[in-house]
């Protein structure tokens, strides 16, 4: 069903990015799903219309994001 392919895909996801990292590759994820940009990413660079609004590292950008 669609929920075993999104776990699916998320672990692929999470794989991938664990391996990339293994031999020192960043790895760039876009997505629109906050949670797994928090699961997942060191860096956010989060974005609006096309334009830059707030970069950090994920640890401050969740803890205390600049934008809303």
Same mark, same amino acid.
């Given at each position: 069903?669609?929920? =075993? /392919? @999104? $776990?699916?895909?998320? &672990? @692929?996801?999470? %794989? #991938?990015?664990?391996?990339? *990292? &293994?031999?020192?590759? =960043? ?5 629109? %799903?906050?949670? /797994?940009?928090? $699961? @997942?990413?060191? *860096? #956010? #660079?989060?974005? *609006?219309?096309? &334009?830059?609004?707030? /970069?950090? %590292?994920? *640890?401050?950008?969740?803890? &205390?994001?600049?934008?809303?």
């Amino acid at each position: 069903t669609a929920m =075993c /392919q @999104l $776990r699916i895909s998320l &672990k @692929l996801i999470e %794989d #991938i990015i664990l391996e990339e *990292n &293994k031999k020192g590759t =960043c790895v760039i994820l876009t997505t629109h %799903d906050m949670a /797994q940009a928090k $699961r @997942l990413a060191t *860096n #956010i #660079i989060f974005m *609006n219309k096309g &334009k830059i609004l707030e /970069q950090s %590292d994920s *640890n401050a950008f969740f803890k &205390k994001p600049k934008t809303k």
